[in-house]
């Protein structure tokens, strides 16, 4: 019933807005072309007169963003339970204060990262059991309970190669993640699942395609909601 009440709540805000709502997701070692693909993007979109805000994942990283930098260092990454009601916190601040401010003034807001990436870094790193309340508390975090809660009109996820991904972080960044590359296999086997709940697309993201083929194929998805 809960999960009805919030789907045609959702439906009925879409039916009267013009504003979207756009996450670009990738896994680690997509951030050269997650971050090409957004300037581009946003961008284009200007160009084409549309009215565009960005805002970024809800990690550690926001606390500036915020204005409580000062107050705040979190030891992001050492607890990925902790990770994730920091990011749920945070998640909540900025869709109040930017997501849906920019939503009611009927502009286009692209956001780097969002829900998936906190409930794959969870799933990933072992909180499996009662995914489902996760899911749920991940949903409360958008707005669900307040009466607001903001859900994406597409979701982009820049698709590179386990392989590629692995290598770009731990061969040249020399970031090392537990379980090599078995990892980034199941952080991106999460994230092909997870896409049709978010209104989800996939764009081949590989080391073969050029910046131009890939900004153009995320431009005609965008351009098929607006």
């Known amino acids: 019933m809960l999960e009805l009440w919030s789907k045609n709540t959702i439906e009925q805000e879409d039916a009267v807005r013009k504003g979207k709502f756009i996450v670009i997701e990738g896994i680690n070692g997509s951030g050269p072309q997650v971050k090409a693909g957004i300037v581009a993007l946003h961008k284009e979109l200007a160009d084409l007169g549309y009215n ?12 500036q963003e915020l204005g409580i930098a000062n107050l705040l260092n979190w030891p992001f990454g050492e607890d990925s339970r902790a990770d ?25 807001v692209l956001c780097k990262q969002s829900s998936i990436s ?58 090392h993640h537990e379980g090599g590359i078995d ?18 697309k996939c764009v081949d993201a590989s080391a073969g395609r050029s910046e131009e ?6 431009l005609a998805m965008v351009k098929a909601i607006l």
Do not use: M
């Open 118 to 175: 906190s409930l794959a870094n969870a799933w990933v790193n072992g909180s499996t059991r009662q995914f489902d309340v996760l899911r749920h508390l991940e949903k409360i975090s958008r707005g669900f309970l307040f009466g607001d809660e903001i859900f994406p009109d597409l979701t982009i996820f820049f698709d590179v190669p386990a392989v590629e991904a692995c290598e770009r972080i731990e061969d040249i960044l020399q970031i």
């Open 84 to 108: 994730f009601f920091f990011e749920g916190a945070v998640r909540s601040e900025i869709f109040q204060k930017i997501v849906r401010p920019a939503l009611d003034d009927d502009k286009i």
């Open 213 to 218: 083929q890939i900004n153009a194929e995320v």
């Open 52 to 63: 565009v805000v960005e805002c970024a994942n809800p990690d550690s990283g926001r606390a």
């Open 183 to 200: 990892y980034y296999t199941k952080v991106r086997d999460f994230y092909i699942k997870e896409l049709h709940r978010w209104n989800g």
